[in-house]
């Protein structure tokens, strides 16, 4: 069965603590791994695409890298706006003309000052 | 202006009653979604459309009807609401090629009393 799991399901950080968020999927034929963030109150904003194990993306203070099981967000030096819900999401070639997206449950970073 | 429009952002109704969420987008997408999310549980598919004359059913369809007007405009309707039908419900759309993110729209919080 495919499945996202990510941990931990909560962060508390202090502001300039850097840390991971883990994201582990077991799907066959990963086409593409998504992250997204979540404000309250908002849908999810995308950050970051992999498409293959080994590869890497940087934003400002965010880095995503990938493996062949899972993949990692990396916060250095995180800032309180960092804080948000962090969530991934597989995307597998056996579904329809791709577009299915299997989401993690999400976690949720606090940064405090 | 938001590229990606839900209405209602919120909605308050009764067991039994008929409801549409609607959902306009200006990014010149084919493909659109329709996602439930719920406390601790990842987003949910309940329906796809990857063109006009293109719907698919999600991992959560039973309940939950859609229609595609338009290239820019997705609605869902609950036929009969009933409470454990209480979420956030989020459209999104995503570009034709199939390994490409989904842009998602604010959300509509639905409660069913």
């Known amino acids: 069965e495919d499945q996202v799991t990510q941990s931990p399901e909560a962060l508390r950080l202090q502001e300039g603590e850097s840390s991971s968020l883990n994201c582990s999927y077991t799907v066959s034929g990963l086409r593409g791994l998504f992250w997204y963030r979540q404000d309250p109150g908002k849908g999810p904003e995308f950050l970051f695409t992999l498409y293959s194990a080994g590869e890497e993306k940087e934003k400002e203070r965010l880095k995503a890298t990938l493996t062949k099981k899972e993949s990692f967000l990396h916060i250095t030096a995180p800032k309180p706006e960092d804080s948000a819900t962090y969530l991934c999401a597989v995307q597998a070639f056996k579904y329809n003309q791709g577009g299915k997206l299997i989401f993690g449950q999400g976690t949720e970073l606090s940064v405090k000052p | 202006d938001a590229d990606v429009t839900q209405t209602p952002r919120n909605r308050i109704t009764k067991t039994g009653k008929r409801i549409m969420l609607e959902c306009s987008q200006t990014k010149g997408h084919d493909r659109m979604y329709w996602y439930r999310q719920d406390p601790g549980l990842g987003l949910q598919l309940i329906y796809y459309?990857?063109?006009?004359?293109?719907?698919n059913k999600g991992e959560i369809s039973d309940g939950y009807s859609v229609s595609r007007q338009a290239q820019a405009k997705f609605s869902l309707s609950l036929e009969s609401a009933i409470p454990n039908q209480t979420a956030l419900y989020f459209c999104a759309t995503s570009d034709y090629r199939a390994n490409q993110p989904q842009h998602f729209g604010d959300g509509t919080r639905l409660s069913i009393l």
């Open positions: 459309s990857f063109d006009v004359k293109d719907i």
